[in-house]
């Protein structure tokens, strides 16, 4: 028999949910996985959000588990009761965690949605975002809600660059960058093996990191970025991936220097790069790009990466790494059972379809 139960937190779950998130019975994506989310509940979410883990079991066997949070009214009664995807700005993919394709898991999925938007305490909105568009969970999860009597409207989140790899090599790889890219590079790194004083490394694991971490701070104190919302966060994602043996820590030295650093994590043949970061200083010597070019170059020969992906953003100077763009989407869902979930439909989806008329009937006029 199937059934829906709730869990506050992580460690809160059975068993049996662990072996949702096996390497070899999930999807590849390093954001279903569950050291990324343990990280990101301990370090950032869990600070603004309460944690509500919506799990379908079948005769004490986890099926499914949707990672939802939501921010306490704190006595605010006229506020609606959002649900919402356990992610936020750290997070470049959300998925369902399944067991199984996603042909025999449509009626779980509607089974689990179902149960959510009948729960005792009455959510008034979903919100699911940032989801593959193109994935068939992003569309079972549409069906499933409209199923359950609410009204869903998509919504662009960011473009994802990455790159096929396609079993090339990385010298194969370079001859097919843009002409500009190619010879800035090579200018470059001639001037920089001139000065005799540039040095790469690359940290995989924790003997090294603690130098590493700090090495890392210092470049991004000294660039463009803003501090982090959430300090322990990056340093947290780096101790996990080094744990597991996904971590790509590239930093990059002049006269002893650190002037370049870029985070990258290494999952099931995809090379992600999460962060990067350059002392402004030293930006006429373009070491950011001679620092990705070497990172590249590992990924691609010593990893054997099937994809790189620069994950969230339409950055122009992407395109010139990548192939291929992909979209990244948010689903919200309106529970029409409600008040607010109504009035939350008529002003998101009445107002976009309003849009969508005046822009047609202002095509007619200056045609």
Known sequence: MKKVRIYDNLEALPDSYLQLF?????????????????????????????????????????????????IPRKNAWYMPRKLLAASNYYTSLFKLIQNGSIE?????????????????????????????????QFNAIQRACRSAGMAVQTY?????????????SFHEY??????????????????????GDLEIKLIQTEDQLDAAIIAYEQVYHSSWKLPEAHPLFIAGLMRTCA?????????????????????????????????????????????GSILTSHMMQHVI???HVKEVDYLTGDDAYKQDWMSHRRGRWGLI???LHSMYGVLGAFWHIGRRLLKMKWFSIIKKITK
């Open 22 to 70: 096996d390497a070899e019975k999930t999807s590849s994506s390093f954001f279903a996985s569950l050291p990324w989310f343990q990280n990101l509940f301990l370090n950032s979410l869990s600070k603004d959000h309460t944690i509500r883990l919506y799990g379908l079991e079948e005769n004490g066997s986890a099926r499914l588990l949707l990672p939802l949070c939501f």
């Open 104 to 136: 025999n898991c449509q009626d779980d999925i509607n089974l689990l949605i179902n149960a959510v938007i009948h729960e005792k305490t009455r959510w008034d909105s979903i919100d699911l975002h940032p989801m593959a568009i193109d994935s068939e």
């Open 156 to 168: 662009f989140c960011f473009g994802n660059w990455y790159l096929d790899v396609n079993g090339r």
């Open 174 to 195: 370079f001859d097919s960058l843009p002409s500009r890219l190619k010879n800035t590079l090579q200018r470059k790194y001639r001037s920089l093996a001139k000065r």
């Open 243 to 287: 744990q597991h043996g996904w971590l790509r820590l590239g930093v990059a030295y002049i006269a002893d220097q650190p002037v370049a650093a870029q985070l990258w994590i290494v999952h099931k043949q995809i090379a992600s790069i999460y962060k990067l970061a350059y002392d402004d200083r030293y930006a006429n010597l373009s070491v």
């Open 301 to 303: 020969d010593i990893d």
């Open 333 to 335: 869902a309106f529970n």
